[in-house]
């Protein structure tokens, strides 16, 4: 064989691996719920690596026992932020999972979770299983990685977001 040949047969190859893999990766893509149900987060492509943002909040209005977190009726803010510049931003649409690299078999490694509940900044991880049905998303402290909680997020699926009790992004507002 000619070393043309050999050449492009081994680039046909990898790039229908590298092709493959990017398949692989997107399986991950969608609109997810956590375990308490109240959201829906949609995890997204950002350049070469994988990113989450609240789409959907439900009931997403401080209640009147909540004075002190913000005004009654008023969207949730990200008031537990340690950057004083964004306690006003909303918790709706906000990006909070960056960075996340595909290293195969179903894994995302090395990006950031920020958890608006307190305010934290976290390390990461999350798995992608039952051909992107479910993803376990574990955030650890970034100094001692052993520590950390892990929650099992469910695809969207067929569940309504259509009651009124539902905040989305993607809805039209009325």
């Not at 995890?43 to 009931?59: A, N, R």
């Not at 509940?117 to 051909?131: A, N, P």
């Not at 569940?159 to 009790?165: E, K, L, Q």
Request: net charge positive; hydrophobic share 30%; with cysteine.
């Amino acid at each position: 064989m000619n070393q043309k040949l050999v050449l492009s047969v081994w680039t046909a190859i990898l790039f229908a691996g590298s092709s493959l893999l990017a398949q692989e990766a997107d399986v991950a893509l969608g609109r997810y719920l956590p375990p308490e149900k109240d959201s829906v987060i949609e995890i997204f492509k950002c350049g070469d690596k994988y990113c989450g943002k609240t789409v959907c909040i439900k009931d997403n209005a401080y209640p009147e026992k909540e004075k002190d977190k913000g005004v009654p009726g008023t969207p949730y803010l990200d008031h537990n932020n340690e950057d004083p510049k964004l306690r006003n931003r909303p918790n709706l649409g906000m990006v909070f999972i960056t960075g996340f690299d595909y290293v195969g078999e179903g894994v995302y490694k090395n990006g950031k979770i920020y958890n608006p509940r307190d305010g934290k900044t976290y390390c990461g991880k999350f798995t992608s299983l039952e051909g992107g049905n479910r993803l376990d998303l574990k955030g650890t402290l970034c100094s001692i990685t052993f520590i950390g909680k892990t929650n099992n997020w469910v695809k969207l699926g067929n569940m309504s977001v259509d009651d009124a009790r539902w905040d989305c992004t993607f809805k039209a507002k009325k």
